[in-house]
C-alpha cells in the first residue's frame, strides 16, 4: 500500500489561508470517507483535528476545515496562526482493510 | 480521564523479538478498536496495525504482516504488539491509539509513545 500524497510543506502568513492536499487512489481516498487530519508539533504527539472527511472534534477550533473531491482530500487552515505551524499527516482507510498515512506536510508561518 | 500508556521498547538486536503493552484507563476498553501507529526518527506515521473492541479481527501493515502480532487482554485494558523477525526499519517509536469507536474510525488518542531500536 502506496503512501497517500501530501505536498512536502505550504507556508503562510498570520491571518491569511492555506489548504494542504491528499492525494489518494480509488482503493483508499476515493472510496471512504474515513478520511482523518492529524497535528504533530515537535517532539509531540499526534492530535486529531479532522475526522471523516469534515468533522472536527471537540476543541479543535472552526478554522480547521476538510473536504474531499474524487482521490483527493484537502485540510483547509483559515486565519493562520503561529501556534498552527506544525506537521499535518492524513491518513485513509483502504480497501485492504488497513489504514495508509500521507508523508506529512510542513506548515510554516511566516 | 483516557489514558493510554506504552511500556516495552528498548535496544534489540536484529533479529530478535520485543513485545510492546499498552494500558489504557478511563474508558471502556473493550468497547473500542485499538491500533499501534510507528514513527522512525525524523520521518512520516507509518500505520502498523489494529485490532476490533473484541479482539477477534485483527488487520495488518504489509511491511510488518507475519512479523507481528496484536493482541488485546481486556480484563486487563493492556493491548499488545509482538514483534518477531525484527530488522532495522522497525526502528521508531510506536504509539498506541484509541479509536473513536470501531477500526474504520479515526484514531482519537494516542499514548506518548515507546522507542523501538533495531541494532547490533
Known amino acids: 500500500q502506496s503512501a497517500l500524497t501530501q505536498p512536502a510543506s505550504v507556508s503562510g502568513s498570520p491571518g491569511q489561508s492555506i489548504t494542504i492536499s491528499c492525494t489518494g487512489t480509488s482503493s483508499d481516498v476515493g472510496a471512504y470517507n474515513y478520511v482523518s487530519w492529524y497535528q504533530q508539533h515537535p517532539g509531540k504527539v499526534p492530535k486529531l483535528m479532522i475526522y471523516e472527511i469534515n468533522n472536527r472534534p471537540s476543541g479543535v477550533p472552526d478554522r480547521f476545515a476538510g473536504s474531499k473531491s474524487g482521490n483527493t482530500a484537502s485540510l483547509t487552515i483559515s486565519g493562520l496562526q503561529a501556534e498552527d505551524e506544525a506537521d499535518y499527516y492524513c491518513i485513509s482507510h483502504t480497501s485492504s482493510s488497513t489504514w495508509v498515512f500521507g508523508g506529512g506536510t510542513k506548515l510554516t508561518v511566516l | 480521564e483516557v489514558q493510554l500508556l506504552e511500556s516495552g521498547g528498548g535496544l534489540v538486536q536484529p533479529g530478535g523479538s520485543l513485545r510492546l503493552s499498552c494500558a489504557a484507563s478511563?474508558?471502556?476498553?473493550?468497547?473500542?478498536?485499538m491500533s499501534w501507529v510507528r514513527q522512525a526518527p525524523g520521518k512520516g506515521l507509518e500505520w502498523v496495525s489494529g485490532i476490533s473492541g473484541s479482539g477477534g479481527s485483527t488487520y495488518y501493515a504489509d511491511s510488518v504482516k507475519g512479523r507481528f502480532t496484536i493482541s488485546r487482554d481486556n480484563s486487563r485494558n493492556t493491548l499488545y504488539l509482538q514483534m518477531n523477525s525484527l530488522r532495522a526499519e522497525d526502528t521508531a517509536v510506536y504509539y498506541c491509539?484509541?479509536?473513536?469507536?470501531?477500526?474504520?474510525?479515526?484514531?482519537?488518542?494516542w499514548g506518548q509513545g515507546t522507542l523501538v531500536i533495531v541494532s547490533s
Open positions: 478511563g474508558f471502556t476498553f473493550s468497547s473500542f478498536a
Open positions: 491509539a484509541k479509536a473513536r469507536y470501531d477500526f474504520w474510525s479515526a484514531l482519537e488518542r
